[in-house]
């Protein structure tokens, strides 16, 4: 039977439109499924009696089936489903703010960001050196639905009536987020000192927010307030797939989620990111770089053999002119390979002129990696170097790494 949330909603017009139904009750359905998240045809009540018959008569709602949630002390939880062929796959939510140290608890409702990581493929076939995900080769891609289908799942997992994840009283720091990024900067017709004074702020585990950061109110009805494609695969090598699911996440008949809080994010493939600049929308753009010269980068990143850096930049650069929009560099530091002194000033010279943030990720250890993170006092020193050449530097300690739930650690183990 098929799955009626396989649909797109041009799909179900036509497919409504064959029963003699008229467009609006597409509009209907698709609410119910991705907006409401409804599994059972009985709950759809603004459609009669008959429709909701036929509908069961012709097709089953599907959802994914989730076999493991694993939940780090940081308030990271890890999900893991399986799909309706058996493979299995996973997403993460990281909660990012301070945690309340009068409970023992942390409270979803109030936390800033609530992002939710999804996955695009089983298993990617890009083998990066520093991602368990590579490690375990390709499967296959996933179906547009089985992408937003995740943000679904954990939303209703994090609906269900105890959304809190338990933290310890330790006061163990939700965020270890360093951010280095200028004061404002005066308008160049703004009377003013010509050069601005740069100022530090430093997020370490003093949970201090940036004033700007949008706080949702505590009755914000959707737990979820970002959606990453940070996950296990390429978004950009299952591309119609995986703008469908943007789409999906975005709609307001969907899941609502607005486009500037959805990042994808890619390995460097040059004409993904040219078609994702000819989308009509906002959707975010990150770029795992991880090195500043070829040689650097094939040794970690494979692809980059096949779209040298040259090539990948280039169209970033496209993609940036287009758009207007800030391009977030992912650069995961490896100790002795990619945080030398001469890395910072390459990457800098790469980045130059390009409106965008850094953001350095100390290597998350997996299962077979023999590569290391650089220690805590190097991190530091490498983004305070390279902070004056680049517009903004985020210092990102992975969350959910005590779980194989951080950066570059998801494999769709089951055990
Ligand atoms: S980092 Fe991304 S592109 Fe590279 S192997 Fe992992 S999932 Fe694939």
């Given at each position: 039977?098929?799955?009626?949330?396989?649909?797109?909603?041009?799909?179900?017009?036509?497919?409504?439109?064959?029963?003699?139904?008229?467009?609006?009750?597409?509009?209907?359905?698709?609410?119910?499924?991705?907006?409401?998240?409804?599994?059972?045809?009985?709950?759809?009540?603004?459609?009669?009696k008959e429709k909701r018959a036929l509908l069961a008569e012709r097709y089953r709602i599907g959802r994914l089936e989730l076999i493991r949630t694993r939940k780090d002390a940081d308030g990271t939880a890890k999900f893991t489903?399986?799909?309706?062929?058996?493979?299995?796959?996973?997403?993460?939510?990281?909660?990012?703010?301070?945690?309340?140290?009068?409970?023992?608890?942390?409270?979803?409702?109030?936390?800033?960001?609530?992002?939710?990581?999804?996955?695009?493929?089983?298993?990617?076939?890009?083998?990066?050196?520093?991602?368990?995900?590579?490690?375990?080769?390709?499967?296959?891609?996933?179906?547009?639905?089985?992408?937003?289908?995740?943000v679904l799942a954990v939303r209703q997992y994090l609906g269900s009536p105890n959304p809190q994840f338990p933290i310890p009283n330790s006061g163990t720091p939700l965020s270890s987020l360093l951010t280095l990024h200028s004061s404002p900067r005066p308008s160049p017709l703004a009377p003013g000192p010509s050069s601005p004074v740069r100022s530090f702020v430093i997020l370490a585990s003093?949970?201090?927010?940036?004033?700007?950061a949008p706080r949702p109110s505590p009755l914000t009805p959707s737990p979820i307030s970002n959606v990453v494609f940070m996950g296990m695969g390429e978004p950009f090598l299952n591309f119609d797939a995986t703008i469908e699911a943007a789409r999906t996440i975005n709609a307001e008949n969907g899941l609502g989620i607005g486009a500037r809080r959805i990042t994808i994010s890619t390995s460097g493939i040059p004409e993904g990111i040219r078609a994702f600049a000819r989308l009509p929308q906002q959707f975010r753009l990150a770029l795992s770089l991880n090195a500043s010269d070829d040689e650097t980068r094939s040794r970690l990143m494979p692809v980059n053999k096949l779209h040298p850096l040259k090539?990948?930049?280039?169209a970033i650069r496209e993609y940036s002119a287009a758009k207007g929009k800030r391009v977030t560099f992912e650069y995961v530091l490896v100790e002795g390979i990619n945080n030398r002194d001469r890395d910072v000033k390459q990457l800098a010279a790469l980045l130059k002129g390009i409106p965008c943030k850094v953001n350095l990720i100390p290597l998350n250890p997996f299962p077979g990696c023999h590569l290391?993170?650089?220690?805590?006092?190097?991190?530091?020193?490498?983004?305070?170097?390279?902070?004056?050449?680049?517009?903004?530097?985020?210092?990102r300690r992975s969350k959910g790494a005590r779980i194989l739930a951080g950066c570059g650690q998801l494999a769709g183990l089951t055990e």
């Open positions: 039977m098929t799955d009626l949330r396989s649909r797109t909603l041009v799909e179900l017009q036509a497919e409504f439109a064959a029963l003699g139904w008229p467009r609006y009750t597409a509009a209907q359905v698709f609410t119910w499924l991705w907006q409401k998240g409804v599994d059972d045809f009985a709950a759809m009540t603004n459609l009669s489903f399986k799909l309706a062929d058996g493979n299995v796959i996973e997403s993460v939510f990281i909660p990012d703010s301070p945690p309340d140290t009068r409970h023992s608890t942390f409270d979803i409702r109030t936390s800033v960001r609530r992002t939710v990581c999804v996955s695009t493929q089983v298993g990617c076939r890009l083998g990066c050196a520093i991602c368990f995900t590579g490690a375990l080769g390709f499967t296959r891609d996933l179906a547009w639905h089985e992408i937003s289908a995740q003093s949970f201090e927010l940036p004033a700007s090539e990948v930049m280039a290391k993170a650089p220690p805590e006092h190097s991190v530091e020193a490498f983004a305070k170097k390279l902070w004056p050449l680049v517009p903004a530097v985020t210092v």
